[in-house]
């Protein structure tokens, strides 16, 4: 099967820290990688999609500057959370698209619970 | 309107019972559809596609209904570790970008 794999799986930080979080495919090279963000009892919301080698695309109301996403190669993207703050503690969930056969789909990595303190 | 919509629940349920999510999406364009579950603070993790033909695995039938846009999922015979969020997600078009719904809760008792 498709493994997904994310570091760290939680991390505490001081507000004003900037935390790295990375998302790897680990047996497959993924051509798309979105990164989501869930808040408690919420859904899954889409931050931005990334592709190896080129610009992520945001959603609206996600800032770019905020959020730095950095996906070098097809195995790898990473997410930079600047300048953290309590609202941006969160669980940040990675996907990776596979893509071929009859359908894309997407694996998921087991998340990143970040607490700002 | 929301893009995709899922009735929250819970679903309160006996083990053995038969139970259906619906999920309803705006978007007529969408293309692909997939059901995930997610256990409590747990990553998503795909339970099946949906197919146009529909499609079943084991216990779990899914049905796609173009004409009133919206999948089903249908579990039978719960078991108790059913017991989960249930989520839909309905991608567009080739950049295939997901809209992920807010999810169905399932409980499954004794």
């Known amino acids: 099967g498709a493994v997904v794999s994310q570091h760290p799986s939680w991390v505490i930080c001081k507000s004003g820290t900037s935390v790295k979080i990375e998302c790897r495919s680990l047996?497959?090279?993924?051509?798309?990688m979105f990164w989501y963000r869930q808040f408690p009892k919420q859904s899954l919301m889409l931050m931005a999609t990334?592709?190896?080698?080129?610009?992520?695309?945001?959603e609206q109301g996600v800032e770019k500057d905020k959020f730095l996403i950095n996906h070098a190669s097809l195995t790898l993207s990473t997410l930079t959370v600047t300048s953290a703050h309590p609202e941006d503690s969160s669980f940040y969930i990675c996907?990776?698209?596979?893509?071929?056969?009859?359908?894309?789909?997407?694996?998921f990595g087991p998340g990143t619970r970040l607490t700002v303190l | 309107r929301k893009e995709v919509e899922q009735d929250p629940g819970p679903f309160n349920v006996p083990e053995g019972a038969t139970v259906a999510f619906n999920c309803t999406y705006s978007?007529?364009?969408?293309?692909?559809f997939f059901w995930y579950r997610q256990d409590c603070r747990k990553e998503p993790k795909l339970l099946m596609s949906?197919?146009?033909s529909g499609n079943e695995d084991g216990r779990f039938t899914a049905q796609l209904n173009r004409a009133s846009q919206y999948i089903s999922l249908l579990i039978r015979d719960s078991k108790l570790s059913d017991s989960a969020t249930y989520l839909c997600?309905?991608?567009?078009?080739?950049?295939?970008?997901?809209?992920f719904g807010r999810g169905t809760s399932l409980i499954v008792h004794p």
């Open positions: 996907s990776a698209r596979r893509a071929g056969g009859n359908t894309d789909t997407q694996y």
């Open positions: 990334s592709n190896e080698g080129s610009k992520a695309t945001y």
């Open positions: 949906v197919y146009s």
């Open positions: 978007n007529s364009a969408s293309q692909s």
């Open positions: 047996d497959f090279q993924a051509t798309t």
């Open positions: 997600v309905v991608a567009s078009g080739g950049s295939y970008i997901p809209t």
